[in-house]
């Protein structure tokens, strides 16, 4: 059992960014690490996924976020820049088995484990 909490969430202006943070109670180094996000009244949509299989990208922020992580520290990061209004959402983190296929990834149905999330809102 992993336990997955989320932090760094918050306002910000259109074009700043921020970095959100996803810190593990347990090891993470055999898991896929996953952020996704769900806007209000939306399903709950894959952002990116880092594994040993490789690391994917939703296109709606590939170029704009940056998925890393700390396997000494536990930590999954999410580095977010260029940011817009359709950005705005509560973002989770998530961990899943350490192969996948695309299709698998970008599937919320594929992970294991989910952190509350922290909410992200970004301004006109």
């Known amino acids: 059992q992993v336990q997955l909490v989320e932090s760094g969430g918050g306002l910000v202006q259109a074009g700043g960014s921020l970095r959100l943070s996803c810190a593990a109670s347990?090891?993470?180094?055999?898991?896929?690490m996953a952020w996704f996000r769900q806007a209000p009244g939306k399903e709950r949509e894959f952002v990116a996924v880092?594994?040993?299989?490789?690391?994917y990208y939703a296109d709606s922020v590939k170029g704009r976020f940056n998925i890393s992580r700390d396997n000494v520290k536990n930590t999954v990061y999410l580095q977010m820049s260029s940011l817009t209004p359709g950005d705005t959402a509560v973002y989770y983190c998530?961990?899943?088995?350490?192969?996948?296929?695309?299709?698998?990834?970008?599937?919320?149905?594929?992970?294991?484990?989910w952190g509350q999330g922290t909410q992200v809102t970004v301004s006109s």
């Open positions: 347990g090891r993470i180094s055999t898991y896929a």
């Open positions: 998530a961990a899943g088995p350490p192969r996948w296929s695309r299709t698998e990834a970008t599937s919320p149905t594929t992970y294991w484990y």
């Open positions: 880092m594994s040993r299989t490789g690391t």
